[in-house]
């Protein structure tokens, strides 16, 4: 079935995480507004990735890893023709001009720079094509995803961590009554004085993000530092944190041969309709 | 004395919770629909503002009404009030809108907040070809493996008395426990 969506919904991490979990074959194709990635996995690894506007032939990737000259990468460009990258690899190995691991390694370090990049995007549409494998004149190789994904991870870290302490950003914020603070002679950035002059109980979080030209991360970034410093509060709806009676509760003054029965009976009508 | 019991519906925009209570309700869904006016929610044409109300007549002493919550993030406030005595939950998630998987997580964590009872989560829309995989949507939603997450289709009644009788079968463990 299709895998597709924007990652302004749906992170980079959370892609490789999930072709790695379920070991997914194919080609992921994440597109910005600029540019277009293509990576490619085999059995939920890394095998390949090339990104538009950017030499992905392996004469260029050993080029920019300064494993060839640029007089040898000239002669390559110029004299090569057509030749793929499997057979110029071979023939760069056996002539004695580089050796097998300085080519696997400046593919792997071209292909971590890619996704490193994408890790970035924070917008882009994607689509993952089921078996789609990597051009087939292409040196595939095979990488765990894992630590890709911890550097990955620690930034969704950050963004789920903040999300977490301030889960709703309709709320507003209030100083606190702290005597002896003088706010001004705090040593605050920039960002964080913008939010700071908006702050007001009418104003909610997400109006101040606005006003300050602020993404959800920064402004969450500032208002958590604010919090943890103790200089504001947030000012929750009446009511929020009430609890509601659970299950238990909602069926209380029945034994539970009776509640047995209730549920019973619902399955047994819910199944004849 | 006639007894009644209640589900509750909830999930993000336009996921199919209105369709789903049609679907198996005996009379006609009691919904205050209203054109939407916002930007971002023109997908459909009108959205439930108040609630959807359904109705199940068990037998003469037991009647399960199924009610929706409103679908647009400002009447949250009746999420609340929508849950008080509910036997359990559905959070219906629209395969085909990974953008709202974030937020079905938020409404799912919000629900458990408000009334440790039951639930399960509905992979709805699994009929259309752009669906996403259950599996990989459990990924997305970061659900425990031992959370039900069903495929459904809100109108195939046959996939929504599933969804219902699978909540059911966890109250009654629960109530069993």
């Known amino acids: ?273 | 004395m006639m007894q009644t019991v209640k589900m509750v519906v909830t999930g993000p925009f336009n996921s199919g919770k209105t369709e789903f209570i049609q679907t198996v309700s005996e009379i006609d869904v009691v919904s205050t629909e209203r054109k939407i006016t916002a930007e971002a929610e023109k997908i459909k044409e009108s959205t439930t503002v108040a609630m959807d109300f359904g109705r199940i007549t068990v037998d003469d002493e037991l009647v399960l009404y199924l009610f929706g919550t409103p679908g647009q993030k400002r009447f949250d406030f009746m999420w609340e009030i929508l849950s008080e005595g509910m036997l359990g939950f559905i959070v219906m998630v629209d395969s085909t809108r990974p953008e709202t998987f974030r937020e079905a997580r938020t409404i799912l964590e919000t629900f458990r907040a408000y009334a440790p009872t039951p639930y399960v989560v509905a992979a709805n829309k699994q009929d259309k070809p752009d669906a996403w995989d259950v599996e990989d949507m459990r990924i997305a939603l970061r659900l425990d493996k031992n959370i039900p997450l069903l495929p459904a289709v809100a109108r195939d009644k046959e996939s929504v008395k599933t969804v219902l009788i699978e909540l059911l079968q966890i109250i009654m463990r629960e109530i069993s426990k």
């Open chain 1, 1 to 273: 079935m299709a895998l597709k969506g924007n990652l302004r919904d749906f992170t980079i991490t959370q892609l490789l995480n999930l072709v790695n979990l379920a070991k997914k074959t194919g080609t992921l194709v994440v597109e910005s507004a600029s540019q277009a990635a293509r990576i490619t996995f085999r059995e939920g690894k890394l095998a390949y990735a090339e990104i538009s506007n950017e030499d992905s032939r392996l004469g260029a990737i050993l080029h920019k890893a300064n494993v060839l000259t640029p007089a040898q990468y000239r002669t390559i460009s110029q004299r090569a023709g057509n030749i793929s990258d499997k057979e110029l690899g071979l023939l760069l190995i056996n002539s004695g001009h580089v050796t097998q691991r300085d080519v696997i390694t400046s593919l792997q370090n071209h292909f971590l720079d890619i996704l490193q990049r994408l890790f970035n995007w924070d917008e882009g549409q994607f689509y993952f094509n089921n078996g789609e494998a990597l051009p087939p004149d292409r040196i595939p190789i095979r990488m765990d995803l894992e630590n890709i994904i911890i550097e990955g991870s620690r930034r969704l870290r950050e963004w789920e961590q903040l999300q977490d302490e301030l889960p709703n950003l309709d709320l507003a914020l209030k100083f606190t009554d702290r005597p002896g603070v003088n706010i001004q002679k705090l040593n605050m950035s920039v960002e964080e004085w913008k939010v700071v002059s908006y702050i007001n109980p009418k104003n909610s979080i997400r109006q101040i993000a606005k006003a300050s030209r602020m993404s959800d991360l920064e402004i969450r970034r500032v208002v958590y530092s604010l919090l943890q410093a103790g200089l504001v509060e947030l000012v929750r709806p009446e009511g929020i944190e009430q609890s509601l009676p659970g299950l238990e509760q909602t069926l209380a003054g029945k034994s539970k041969e009776e509640q047995k029965n209730l549920v019973n009976r619902l399955i047994g009508r819910i199944r004849s309709l």
